[in-house]
Nanobody
Framework: QVHVVQSGGGSVQAGGSLRLSCSAS????????VGWFRQAPGKQRERVAV????????YYVDSVKGRFTISQDNAKNVVYLQMNSLKPEDTAMYYC??????????????????WGQGTQVTVSS
C-alpha cells in the first residue's frame, strides 16, 4: 500500500499564489509519474498537471498553462504544484495521485490510483 500525503493549499484572493506538496511512502517520484487533479463542487474531477521522466516531462491542462508549475525534488521525493495568478475558477479540492499499477505511467481520471487526502484551494474575487 502506498500512502500519498499532501500539504499546502488554503484561501487566497484572485491573483494570489499557493503551493501544494505531495509525497508518498515507498515511492520514488524520480522513477515514476505523479499527477495533480482537482474537483470543484458539482463538477467532475479533472487532471491538472502531471510530471514524469525524473521531472523532465510535464503536462498541463489548458486552463492552467502559464500559471501553474509542477515540479519535483528528487532528493526529498516530493512533488510540488506552484499555483500563481489564481482565479476564482481554480477553487476546488486538489488531489495528488499515483497509478496503482504501472506507476511509471501517468494517472488519469480513468485509472486506478493511490490518492492523497485532498486539500482545499479557495480563491476569492
Amino acid at each position: 500500500q502506498v500512502h500519498v500525503v499532501q500539504s499546502g493549499g488554503g484561501s487566497v484572493q484572485a491573483g494570489g499564489s499557493l503551493r501544494l506538496s505531495c509525497s508518498a511512502s515507498r515511492y520514488t517520484p524520480s522513477s515514476n509519474c505523479v499527477g495533480w487533479f482537482r474537483q470543484a463542487p458539482g463538477k467532475q474531477r479533472e487532471r491538472v498537471a502531471v510530471i514524469w521522466s525524473g521531472g523532465s516531462s510535464t503536462y498541463y491542462v489548458d486552463s492552467v498553462k502559464g500559471r501553474f508549475t509542477i515540479s519535483q525534488d528528487n532528493a526529498k521525493n516530493v512533488v510540488y504544484l506552484q499555483m500563481n495568478s489564481l482565479k476564482p475558477e481554480d477553487t476546488a479540492m486538489y488531489y495528488c495521485a499515483i497509478r496503482t499499477f504501472l506507476p511509471d505511467t501517468c494517472p488519469t481520471t480513468q485509472t486506478n490510483n493511490y490518492w492523497g487526502q485532498g486539500t482545499q484551494v479557495t480563491v476569492s474575487s
